[in-house]
């Protein structure tokens, strides 16, 4: 991934799509549609793997979309069934042997799996399958979850026992879609940490990470794929088989505050609507006497709208993203970061001159950046900076798909709240507190993990020396 202005930011996980059709349509394009929308999960690299009459077909390579795949590429990927991956890096260094879709050989044919997750016994299970003569080839997760599959299907009359038997294997999140030379499946982990949507197209079957994906490619949203729940689409339909849960749910809080684009549905609930709420909680929570309300893009820009409609603070746009920053900016040295702020973010002068600011942030993980940027706001001539950040104090680390692995990391760990506003040089801060982002999801059928918050783990986590419950409430 190129350069990221937002260096206090956390990285992205990753994004899977997924096609099974039924009408003629051009699947390997569907599918690149599809992760062009879900680029904004992961920008490190990118991966497509069709089913040609039995046989699996693929590319994958490191770079964007729109830098990996070309039409000589496409046209090559004809099939009836594809699935797609974009990939952050968060188990297994970033090369291109770790991208994904994984495509493996075994003694039942051939198989291709992507994942958006990370699991928290991978290193655990792949020391066992080392000892019994395993071989690996990469260093994620998501080709330990393949040895899995191969060594249970050998046991099992059918992929779908093979996966029953598989989830009994594996603790963490995990949304999976995976090609056979039949069917497409999708599998999401018994606590619902990482989002996986079902989608139709006319009468074909779509898959995604989120709902936009779906929108992207004109196909209709059905229904969230169950925590737990094995969803198998073949030429019979669509089949779910439901294995066992906790009984309580913990999607990941933080689709709601930063993953997930507005414009996404997940698990009944509009991120927008989620993004926008909170800022009305913050406002009430955390008022504050100022001329105007700004987002920080784009993190920030929903709930900097409901902070502005909730206090009555005109909304206005004072700082502006370049958006044709890409891979292709090169990483500046420490010393040349400033710079690298002032040409990815513009203050619009003539919106904040000679006001009071309050800029609305979706979080502060690092610091780093928050404090560039306000130093820029000031610099262009506003009076007061008060920072309000539409999320509570992110003070734990997490260890199921965010790049967030130790407390060190974290400025809410070492630092009070009056530190960090110091260190950042605003006149004021102020976090949206946990009860208020729990109610942003309104209309959630689901609970939420809030671990970055409060540090309750719905697993027992690495580096940790107890098991914690899960956050959010129940399902």
Do not use: W
Request: a neutral charge; one cysteine or more; charged letters at 25%.
């Amino acid at each position: 991934m190129g350069y990221d202005a937002r260096l206090d930011k956390i990285k992205e996980e990753c994004g899977v799509f997924g096609v099974f059709d039924n009408d003629g349509h051009d699947v390997a394009r569907l599918t690149y549609y599809g992760l062009y929308a879900l680029q904004h999960r992961g920008q490190e690299s990118c991966g497509i793997a069709v089913n040609d009459n039995g046989t699996i077909l693929y590319h994958k390579d490191m770079g964007l979309v729109p830098e990996v795949f070309d039409d000589v590429v496409l046209n090559h990927l004809k099939g009836k069934i594809a699935i797609g991956h974009v990939r952050y890096s968060t188990t297994g260094a970033s090369h291109r042997e770790n991208a994904q879709p994984m495509v493996v050989k075994y003694r039942n044919g051939q198989l291709a799996l992507a994942h958006n997750g990370n699991l928290v016994n991978a290193a655990e299970l792949r020391a066992k399958m080392e000892e019994i003569g395993a071989i690996f080839q990469s260093t994620n997760d998501t080709e330990v979850v393949a040895n899995l599959i191969s060594r249970y299907r050998v046991m099992s009359e059918n992929i779908e026992d093979t996966l029953v038997k598989v989830i009994k294997e594996i603790k963490g999140s995990y949304a999976f879609v995976i090609l056979t030379p039949h069917k497409l499946i999708g599998m999401r982990d018994p606590y619902g940490i990482r989002p996986l949507c079902i989608g139709r197209l006319d009468n074909s079957y779509v898959l995604s990470s989120e709902s936009a994906a779906l929108d992207a490619i004109g196909a209709e949203l059905v229904r969230d794929v169950n925590p737990g729940e094995i969803v198998v689409i073949s030429e019979e339909g669509l089949k779910s088989i439901q294995t066992e849960t906790p009984g309580r749910s913990c999607l990941c809080i933080f689709e709601f505050v930063y993953f997930a684009r507005p414009d996404s549905v997940i698990d009944n609930v509009s991120v927008h609507k989620a993004r926008v709420e909170a800022g009305r909680i913050l406002a009430r929570e955390h008022p504050v006497d100022a001329d105007i309300v700004i987002g920080a893009p784009d993190g920030g820009l929903n709930a900097a709208l409901g902070f502005a409609r909730e206090s009555g603070i005109p909304y206005g746009q004072g700082l502006l993203k370049n958006k044709y920053i890409g891979r292709t900016f090169i990483q500046p040295e420490q010393g040349q970061r400033e710079t690298g702020v002032r040409i990815k973010f513009n203050v619009m002068r003539s919106e904040i001159e000679g006001k009071r600011v309050v800029m609305v942030d979706d979080s502060i993980v690092r610091g780093t950046t928050t404090k560039r940027i306000v130093q820029m706001l000031k610099k262009a001539g506003a009076k007061e900076v008060h920072m309000r950040v539409s999320s509570p104090p992110y003070r734990y680390p997490c260890f199921f798909g965010i790049d967030t692995a130790s407390r060190k990391q974290l400025v809410a760990s070492n630092y009070s709240i009056d530190d960090i506003r110091k260190m950042i040089g605003a006149d004021s801060l102020e976090y949206l507190s946990l009860e208020g982002l729990l109610k942003t999801p309104v209309g959630a059928k689901c609970g939420f993990c809030t671990a970055c918050f409060d540090g309750k783990y719905p697993y027992e986590v690495p580096h940790e020396g107890n098991k914690f419950s899960c956050g959010g409430g129940e399902k």
